[in-house]
């Protein structure tokens, strides 16, 4: 299956993150994991995006006990990697490293992110 990012909304990608953080859930789960994350949405929209996900292949569910219990049927990484290389493509034309220059320029990082940021740029280092 090829996962473009256009395939995906941000509600739906909501829910699918709400699989990820919490594994196998039902509805009612779902929703109790968005809530908590601020993202007031009522039981029949995640019932819908669940279906959703499912139709478009992103999520399973099994139908055997008195409620669907859905699950992700797709990784996080490959999700991400998708949506990273639309982001290249589109504005970088293809190439990482004015990416990745833009987001050490713009974003804070912590001390642990910035001491594998140069665990990384050491590994290159040493390919090189």
């Given at each position: 299956?090829?996962?473009?990012?256009?395939?995906?909304?941000?509600?739906?990608?909501?829910?699918?993150?709400?699989?990820?953080?919490?594994g196998p859930s039902t509805v009612r789960e779902v929703l109790a994991?968005?809530?908590?994350?601020?993202?007031?949405?009522?039981?029949?929209?995640?019932?819908?995006?669940?279906?959703?996900?499912?139709?478009?292949?992103?999520?399973?569910?099994?139908?055997?006990?008195?409620?669907?219990?859905?699950?992700?049927?797709?990784?996080?990484?490959?999700?991400?990697?998708?949506?990273?290389?639309?982001?290249?493509?589109?504005?970088?034309?293809?190439?990482?490293?004015?990416?990745?220059?833009?987001?050490?320029?713009?974003?804070?990082?912590t001390p642990k992110e910035i001491q594998e940021l140069q665990s990384?740029?050491?590994?290159?280092?040493?390919?090189?």
């Amino acid at each position: 299956m090829t996962v473009r990012q256009l395939d995906l909304g941000e509600a739906e990608l909501s829910v699918l993150r709400a699989l990820w953080d919490r594994g196998p859930s039902t509805v009612r789960e779902v929703l109790a994991h968005l809530h908590e994350r601020g993202r007031l949405v009522a039981y029949t929209t995640v019932q819908t995006l669940l279906t959703r996900l499912e139709t478009k292949r992103f999520a399973v569910s099994d139908k055997s006990g008195l409620a669907f219990v859905y699950r992700a049927k797709v990784s996080r990484d490959r999700i991400t990697k998708s949506r990273v290389g639309t982001l290249l493509t589109q504005l970088f034309d293809g190439e990482a490293a004015p990416l990745v220059l833009q987001l050490i320029k713009s974003e804070k990082f912590t001390p642990k992110e910035i001491q594998e940021l140069q665990s990384l740029i050491e590994d290159l280092d040493t390919k090189s």
